[in-house]
């Protein structure tokens, strides 16, 4: 993120508050290059952190005030008093800024109150954790200024908690976890049980290969039901299987314990999703670490057509994302984040990718559908204060 950005949101921050903030904080949004809904089932999951980032102006307070302004929404500020928080009291953008405070005092820490002005360039509903992205830059900018000495496992902890009980989501922990731990160049291989992390490297340029990120303007919303559902029904597929959770069904044995779920057709298909979603997390952190990164295309595909198939969370719009990437010569393809809409990742030689955006883009528009957006996606920095 450049200095002139982080200038401009403390300058309207000075115009919103009369005073310079204390300090400009930046918190990314991510893409999850495989293991999907597989961390609220203790699982593994391989995100990146993108360039695009969410960007907060921030200063303290003593008196009890929060008071929040975002340059996206365009609203006028917002005063809340942090006493009054209470979960699910709030069904606005400020859920999630005021949420982290909660989730901190809750947790013991003396948040006294703060002026806030956000702006975020992460696509909002696109499947790029623009929600964990603003969440996690509070986090961290309450962490700082009121000197609470968290790390940030312990900020994407909290995080996930205002989410879950403030918000009303039921997210998994890895999108605050790429915000806050990912590192440039590199993917972040991620245990979700006990949080442990492997920064992998992850440099595509390096070998002539890119990964586009194709949004399809087709919006999703987590704390509606079908993705409630879904974790719903991977705790009774545990449930039913005598384990803590999916992640505890050895691959080896997944088609024994389906067996055992007898006529349970759809938890089978949750549970078979979440388990080879893990083995292929496995086989891909595998493969970077030998060094045949081309190698992890299939396993995409693979990933794309569970999420499709067995998990059901795919949509029109990404499956064409998918088969007319691969169509045009696509070393791989499927779609990222929660589903139902949002984006789909494709890996590409460098020399294809102009050839492939183009045929994306005209089978959209052959299909009636909103124009995608397509970029590349850059594993860069986590959060982080920059000025």
């Not at 999907?36 to 391989?46: A, R, S």
């Not at 005030?65 to 606005?92: F, K, M, N, T, W």
């Not at 990120?213 to 087709?218: G, H, I, L, N, R």
Request: hydrophobic share 45%; net charge negative.
């Amino acid at each position: 993120m450049s200095e002139a950005v982080a200038g401009a949101v403390a300058e309207r921050f000075t115009q919103l508050y009369g005073s310079e903030p204390e300090g400009v904080w930046a918190a990314p949004g991510r893409v999850n290059l495989i293991g999907e809904h597989t961390d609220y089932n203790d699982g593994f999951v391989m995100p990146f952190a993108l360039p695009h980032t969410a960007v907060a102006a921030v200063s303290r307070r003593e008196d009890g005030v929060l008071r929040l302004h975002s340059a996206d929404i365009g609203a006028d500020v917002v005063e809340l008093r942090v006493a009054d928080l209470a979960p699910q009291s709030d069904r606005s953008w400020t859920a999630y800024p005021s949420g982290v405070v909660w989730a901190l005092r809750e947790a013991g820490h003396e948040v006294t109150g703060a002026d806030v002005h956000l702006a975020s360039t992460v696509p909002s509903g696109a499947g790029l954790s623009s929600s964990a992205a603003l969440e996690v830059v509070i986090a961290l900018a309450l962490n700082d200024l009121f000197s609470l000495g968290l790390r940030g496992w312990q900020l994407a902890r909290l995080c996930q908690r205002a989410e879950n009980v403030y918000v009303g989501a039921p997210v998994g922990i890895m999108d605050q976890t790429a915000a806050a731990c990912c590192e440039a160049g590199h993917a972040l291989f991620l245990d979700t049980r006990d949080l442990s992390q492997r920064q992998i490297p992850f440099d595509l340029a390096a070998e002539g290969m890119r990964l586009l990120v194709v949004d399809t303007q087709v919006k999703h919303s987590h704390s509606e039901g079908e993705y409630g559902k879904r974790r719903a029904g991977c705790e009774k597929g545990a449930a039913l299987l005598g384990v803590d959770a999916l992640r505890d069904v050895p691959y080896a044995d997944l088609d024994a314990a389906l067996e055992r779920l007898g006529d349970e057709e759809e938890v089978r298909r949750l549970v078979r999703h979440v388990v080879t979603e893990d083995e292929r997390v496995e086989r891909v952190v595998a493969l970077l670490e030998s060094g045949d990164t081309r190698a992890i295309g299939p396993v995409l595909v693979e990933g794309h057509a569970s999420l499709r198939d067995d998990f059901r969370i795919s949509c029109p719009e990404l499956d064409l994302v998918v088969d007319t990437a691969l169509a045009s010569g696509a070393l791989g393809a499927r779609m990222t984040g929660g589903g139902f809409g949002g984006s789909a990742i494709v890996l590409a030689e460098e020399s294809d990718v102009p050839a492939i955006t183009k045929s994306v883009e005209e089978a959209f528009a052959a299909a009636g559908f909103t124009a995608p957006r397509v970029f590349e996606a850059v594993p860069s920095a986590g959060a982080r204060r920059v000025r």
